[in-house]
C-alpha cells in the first residue's frame, strides 16, 4: 500500500546526494531568496500587513513546504493570490482572526492530504481557476492606484466600486515623483529581461529607485513612513480568541485552503511539465498544511506553491528540495543582516511591481480563448470573475464550484440519455453459442447518481426478456450509493421474475462498496465472478438445470 506522506526529500536523500547537485541547488537557492525578497514585502503590504510579515512566511512556510513537500523544486511562500483573500480577512475579523483562520486552513489542508483529495483538486476546472485569478488580478490592480498615483486618501474602501469612486475624487492630488516612479519601476521590470535574466526586474527597479529616493530627498511615502521600522527578529505570536467564536472563521479558512492546496498543487504540475518529473499532491497538501500551521505562530500570513518562483528556481539550476530550503535561509541572512535599508522602498515602487504582477496573473489570454468553448464554461468564467471581483473570493469559490458540480451532472445526465444496450464485439465474435435465454448486458463508466437511473432502466427492460442476465462490470470504475440502491432494487425486479442475475469482471474497489450492501447476498457469492468466461460457464450450467426436470 502506497504511504500517504512521503516527502520528496528524504527519498532523494535515500538514493544519494552528490555535491555537484548541492552545488546547483545552494546556486539556485540563493537567486531564488534574491528574487522573493521584493515579492515578499510587496505581497505582504499589498495584504495590508507589515513588510516583515512577508518576509517570516517566505522564511518559515518555504523552508517547511520544501523539506516535507512531496516535489522536487517547489518554492512556498506568499502569493499575489492570497492578496484579495488576506486584506478581506484582515477587514473583518482582524490581525488575530486572519492567524487562526490560516491555522484552521492548514488544519485543513492536512485533512485533504489524509483523504487523498490531492488528485481531485486538481480536476478544478479550468474556466473556474481563470475566472478568479482573472478577477484576482483586477482586485490587486485595484488596490495599487493609491501608491501608484501617490493619492492622498487616509483608508482606501475594501468595496471595489466605492474604491475607484474614492480615486476618481482624490484625482486632484495626484504626487507627480509616486507617478513617475509607478512608471520608471514598470519599465525596469518588463525590459530589464533584455539585458539580464538572472537577477529580476524587481530587484534591480527597488535597488536603484530607492537610492535614488533616499539620495535625492524625493517626497514619497515610504515602507518606513506607512509602517515604521521592519523588525529582524522572531517572537511567538499566539492568537486570542474564543473557543465559541471558531466558526466565524471557517469559510475564510475553507476559501484560503481550497485557493492554498489549488495553487500549489498547479504549481508542482507545471514543475513536472518543466523537468519531466511527478510530484506526490498528497504530501505536497500535507506540507502546506503543517506550513499554514506552524507559520502563523511568527506572525505569518497564509503561504502556498509559488509558480514563478518554482519556475526560477528550475531554470537556474535547482534539482531537489534543498534549493527550495536554501532559498528560504538565503531570505532569513537577508532580513536579519540587510532588512533595515528595506525600510526605504518607495510604496509607489513596491505599486509598480505589483501592477506587473497583476498583469502577469490575468491570464487575459485564455480568458479571451475560453469564450471560443461551450456555453457552461463561459457562464462559469464569467460568474467566478464577476463574484471575484464585486463580491468576494470566498463566494466566487464556492458558487464557482457548486455550478461545475451542477453542470457536470447535467452533462453526465445527457450523456446517460444516449446510453443504448449492445453486446460487445468481442461477445459477437468469439461468443456465438451463447444461448438464446441469456442475456449479456455491459455497464461501461461510473455507476453513480449522475447515469444509475439511466443504467437501472436498460437492465430492467433488456433483463425481462431472458431467463439468466449476465450485467458485465469491468469498466465500472467505481459505484456510489445512488448506484448501489438502483443496482439493488432492479436485481430484486428481475429476481422476483424468475430471472437468474450474474455479475462479471467487478472490480476490486467496486466489490468492497458492494459487500458493505445486501447485494451481495442478494444475487450470491457463486454468481459474481472475476471474468466474463467465468461467468457465461456458470450461466450454461444454471440454465442445464432449469432445463432438467426434477426426479
Not at 523552508?63 to 499575489?80: E, K, M, N
Not at 475566472?131 to 501617490?150: E, L, N, P, R, Y
Not at 476618481?168 to 535574466?197: C, E, H, M, Q, W
Not at 534543498?322 to 532569513?332: E, Y
Request: aromatic share 10%.
Amino acid at each position: 500500500m502506497e504511504q500517504i506522506f512521503q516527502p520528496k526529500l528524504f527519498s532523494i536523500l535515500k538514493k544519494g546526494y552528490s555535491k555537484q547537485t548541492f552545488t546547483q541547488d545552494l546556486l539556485s537557492g540563493v537567486i531564488v531568496g534574491v528574487v522573493a525578497l521584493p515579492l515578499a514585502i510587496a505581497f505582504a503590504v499589498a495584504s495590508g500587513v507589515s513588510p516583515e510579515k512577508g518576509l517570516i512566511t517566505a522564511v518559515i512556510a518555504g523552508f517547511i513546504i520544501s523539506f516535507l513537500g512531496g516535489s522536487r523544486v517547489q518554492i512556498g511562500g506568499p502569493t499575489g493570490a492570497f492578496i484579495v483573500i488576506v486584506y478581506g480577512i484582515l477587514e473583518q475579523y482582524g490581525f488575530d482572526g486572519l492567524l487562526i483562520s490560516t491555522i484552521l486552513a492548514g488544519i485543513f489542508l492536512v485533512i485533504f492530504g489524509l483523504l487523498k483529495l490531492g488528485t481531485l483538486l486538481k480536476y478544478i476546472p479550468h474556466p473556474l481557476i481563470v475566472g478568479f485569478t482573472s478577477g484576482i488580478a483586477i482586485v490587486i490592480f485595484s488596490t495599487q492606484i493609491k501608491d501608484a498615483f501617490g493619492l492622498d486618501i487616509d483608508k482606501v474602501p475594501s468595496d471595489f466600486i466605492e474604491k475607484w469612486k474614492i480615486y476618481a475624487l482624490s484625482i486632484t492630488t495626484i504626487n507627480p515623483y509616486a507617478l513617475g516612479i509607478t512608471i520608471v519601476t514598470i519599465l525596469i521590470s518588463i525590459f530589464s529581461k533584455r539585458v539580464t535574466r538572472k537577477i529580476p526586474g524587481s530587484l534591480i527597479a527597488i535597488l536603484i529607485i530607492t537610492c535614488i529616493v533616499h539620495i535625492a530627498n524625493i517626497p514619497v511615502t515610504t515602507i518606513e513612513s506607512v509602517f515604521g521600522e521592519i523588525p529582524r527578529n522572531f517572537t511567538m505570536h499566539v492568537p486570542s480568541f474564543e473557543f465559541s467564536n471558531l466558526y466565524f472563521y471557517i469559510t475564510p479558512a475553507i476559501t484560503i485552503a481550497l485557493l492554498g492546496g489549488i495553487e500549489s498543487l498547479l504549481s508542482a504540475v507545471v514543475a513536472d511539465g518543466m523537468l519531466g518529473t511527478k510530484h506526490r499532491s498528497n504530501t505536497e497538501l500535507i506540507a502546506q498544511g503543517i506550513a499554514n500551521i506552524v507559520t502563523p505562530f511568527f506572525g505569518g500570513i497564509p503561504a502556498t506553491g509559488a509558480i514563478a518562483r518554482t519556475a526560477t528556481n528550475i531554470n537556474n539550476g535547482g534539482k531537489t528540495p534543498i534549493a527550495g530550503m536554501v532559498h528560504a535561509i538565503t531570505l532569513l541572512c537577508i532580513m536579519l543582516f540587510i532588512g533595515q535599508w528595506a525600510k526605504l522602498i518607495p510604496m509607489s515602487c513596491l505599486a509598480g511591481i505589483l501592477i506587473v504582477v497583476a498583469y502577469n496573473m490575468s491570464e487575459w489570454r485564455s480568458f479571451v480563448s475560453i469564450f471560443k468553448h461551450s456555453k457552461s464554461d463561459i457562464f462559469i468564467l464569467l460568474t467566478t470573475f464577476f463574484l471575484t471581483v464585486f463580491v468576494d473570493l470566498s463566494v466566487a469559490i464556492q458558487v464557482g464550484v457548486v455550478l461545475s458540480s451542477l453542470l457536470f451532472m447535467k452533462r453526465m445526465s445527457d450523456v446517460s440519455d444516449k446510453i443504448e444496450t449492445s453486446v460487445d464485439k468481442d461477445v459477437l465474435e468469439n461468443y456465438s453459442d451463447v444461448p438464446k435465454e441469456i442475456g449479456i448486458y455491459e455497464i461501461s463508466g461510473p455507476f453513480f447518481f449522475g447515469t444509475a437511473k439511466q443504467y437501472s432502466n436498460l437492465i430492467r427492460t433488456n433483463g425481462t426478456k431472458f431467463k439468466i442476465f449476465i450485467i458485465r462490470m469491468r469498466h465500472v470504475p467505481f459505484i456510489d450509493a445512488t448506484g448501489i440502491q438502483n443496482l439493488q432494487a432492479v436485481v430484486s425486479d428481475l429476481q422476483s421474475s424468475g430471472i437468474t442475475i450474474i455479475i462479471s469482471g467487478i472490480q476490486k474497489d467496486v466489490y468492497k462498496e458492494l459487500k458493505n450492501s445486501e447485494i451481495i447476498s442478494l444475487i450470491g457469492k457463486q454468481h459474481i465472478l472475476g471474468s466474463f468466461d467465468e461467468a457465461l460457464e456458470i450461466a450454461k450450467k444454471d440454465l442445464n438445470n432449469l432445463h432438467t426436470p426434477n426426479i
